[in-house]
């Protein structure tokens, strides 16, 4: 089976943009998660989607969204950037949203913000 | 407040030396538990999982972990390192009360030297 994907891999933006980040589940997988990861914060819980719906949020501010599609693909955006949002994006899926499931991460976004 | 607590940022060993990577947790009620490693500009990679069936867990890479309740501890350990392991090591935690969300510790950089 293939792995998680993220798309695209690196990213430079600047302040006051938004964005827009892809993830394709392991195929089957209907769960999605999205963390954060910087130097300062370490990995960071973003939000959960299941069956489309957001079952799960960080404490993030709302400039950070997400949404899933039907086929269980996942897309986060961040509007109104700022130079703190340079992180690295990280998308995980599983089978279900069950507690103590095994969360597969992909590879990560590399977004910088300028 | 629940948490999770990686002892040492950096952690150095020889060739062919145990390895240790300590993690301790807060939580009255046992979580989840998992070991991630990532490796430069890559996402993070599974490297075993505690789920209560028993104590000692066997993982990937030759890497195992021991839970032990009365020290709310999951210390990851390996009996020879090898040049290959060097990375970053987190323990995660899926506490039951907060949902399928992966509380990260800060991450132990694990060098091997020959």
């Known amino acids: 089976k293939a792995g998680v994907t993220q798309t695209p891999r690196y990213l430079i933006k600047t302040r006051g943009q938004q964005v827009t980040l892809s993830c394709s589940p392991i195929?089957?997988?209907?769960?999605v998660s999205w963390y954060q990861q910087t130097p300062g914060q370490g990995l960071q819980f973003l939000f959960e989607y299941f069956s489309e719906t957001q079952r799960n949020k960080g404490n993030f501010p709302g400039r950070f969204s997400g949404r899933q599609f039907s086929n269980s693909r996942s897309e986060m955006n961040v509007s109104t950037l700022e130079l703190g949002d340079s992180a690295l994006y990280l998308c995980?899926?599983?089978?279900?949203?069950?507690?103590?499931?095994?969360?597969?991460f992909g590879p990560g976004t590399r977004l910088l913000v300028l | 407040a629940q948490s999770v607590t990686q002892l040492g940022s950096h952690v150095s060993v020889s060739e062919g030396a145990l390895v240790l990577l300590r993690c301790n947790y807060s939580?009255?009620?046992?979580?989840?538990l998992f070991w991630y490693v990532q490796y430069p500009n890559q996402g993070l990679q599974l490297l075993l999982k505690y789920t209560s069936a028993a104590t000692l867990v066997k993982g990937i890479n030759g890497f195992e972990a021991e839970f032990k309740k009365s020290e709310t501890s999951f210390h990851l350990t390996k009996p020879s390192a090898h040049m290959s392991d060097a990375a970053e090591y987190f323990c995660a935690v899926n506490f039951r009360q907060a949902g399928t969300a992966l509380i990260f510790g800060k991450g132990t950089t694990l060098s091997v030297s020959s």
């Open positions: 995980a899926s599983s089978p279900r949203a069950s507690v103590g499931e095994t969360q597969y």
């Open positions: 939580s009255s009620v046992p979580p989840y």
């Open positions: 195929s089957g997988h209907r769960s």
